[in-house]
């Protein structure tokens, strides 16, 4: 491949999606140093879904954005969209989506052929890459991550694993913020943070199970605070599990923005939350991390980043059948997962047995 001067990052998604694929933006930069970067992605769908830019902060992994709403055919945007395309001289498109088509591939790459782009990759897979593979070794699902290193490895491979290629680079200001909001804790005291909220209603685990949850880990480890973040619309659910907490608690609900949760959650001791962005993100820096799931994606495919967690999974049909739907609708699968068998997951994380 001719050594790119302009390149062109294509990655859809949210909060949870970018973090996934942090690593490759972290290998762009390594392999291209001296490249002009920009970024192609979506414009929110939902207001509980933070862009991807302010996920990895403006003029830190790319100079530039293009952005368009997902699924347009609108003629008029997609030829001005060309435009601002042909105006960046880009010669190189790097092609991190999520799962998809084949022939969605091919339609976006004649896209960005009408956009002068001559080199492409990502974009010309196998029909294995066009699936969720199952791991005939472990008998999991692949992770997503493993996935897109696949789906670009004409760039070479590389150990994603590596601490390096998950630092988003947070800026001393940043920091600064988290360390603010967080003023009320006692200082170097490490504290359980959680996120209640989920912009899937398929995840939300409901209520009623968080505060009974919350409730159930007062009497060993209310010595610690309890951190909830989230979107200003989750305040009142925060309000609500906090309540029963007797040791120190902060709502920090709308208060913060991803890249300053991400430095709040760097100094909690553990986070728990739904399969959500806020978990990805506790993983990225480093936070272990008790997960309820739903049956919405394959096992694995999504689990947090690192070894050290605890994922609660449904056991349900549904669960492992690839249809993105539960199989009993009157009762989301989330639901038969019991306050307990999530309490019991928070025991093993502190190494600490439970008494039924």
Not at 97 to 126: C, E, H, I, M, P
Not at 144 to 170: C, M, P, S
Not at 268 to 284: K, N, Q, R, V
Not at 324 to 340: H, Y
């Amino acid at each position: 491949m001719k050594q790119p001067i302009n390149i062109l990052i294509y990655r859809l998604g949210s909060l949870g999606d970018t973090v996934i694929a942090l690593p490759f933006f972290h290998r762009v930069l390594e392999l291209f140093p001296d490249a002009e970067i920009s970024l192609l992605t979506n414009k929110p769908v939902m207001s509980k879904a933070a862009p991807l830019e302010a996920v990895l902060g403006k003029n830190t992994f790319f100079s530039n954005t293009l952005s368009y709403p997902v699924g347009t055919r609108n003629p008029l945007l997609l030829a001005s969209l060309i435009k601002d395309i042909r105006k960046l001289n880009i010669d190189t498109v790097i092609n991190l989506t999520a799962l998809r088509s084949a022939q969605a591939d091919k339609r976006d790459k004649l896209f960005f052929k009408a956009a002068g782009v001559s080199q492409f990759v990502g974009f010309d897979n196998a029909p294995e890459d066009y699936k969720v593979n199952l791991d005939p070794k472990t008998g999991f699902f692949e992770w997503e991550t493993v996935r897109l290193a696949r789906k670009i490895e004409a760039l070479g491979t590389f150990d994603f694993h590596q601490q390096k290629y998950w630092n988003l680079k947070l800026s001393e200001e940043e920091i600064r913020k988290a360390d603010e909001l967080l003023k009320s804790l006692p200082v170097n005291e490490p504290f359980i943070a959680i996120n209640v909220g989920t912009k899937m209603e398929i995840k939300n685990w409901g209520l009623e199970n968080w505060v009974t949850l919350v409730e159930s880990l007062n009497a060993d480890y209310s010595d610690k605070a309890l951190v909830v973040i989230g979107v200003a619309e989750e305040s009142p659910l925060a309000e609500a599990c906090i309540k029963g907490w007797q040791g120190e608690k902060l709502n920090l609900c709308g208060m913060s923005s991803p890249r300053v949760s991400a430095a709040i959650l760097k100094r909690a001791e553990l986070f728990i939350g739904h399969d959500s962005g806020p978990m990805h993100l506790a993983a990225c820096v480093g936070t272990k991390c008790v997960a309820v799931f739903s049956c919405i994606n394959q096992p694995r495919q999504w689990f947090p980043r690192g070894a050290n967690n605890q994922v609660v999974l449904p056991d349900t049909a549904c669960l492992s059948s690839g249809v993105k739907a539960c199989s009993n609708p009157d009762k989301k699968c989330i639901l038969t997962i019991q306050p307990s068998e999530v309490k019991k997951a928070v025991y093993k994380v502190f190494n600490k047995e439970m008494v039924e």
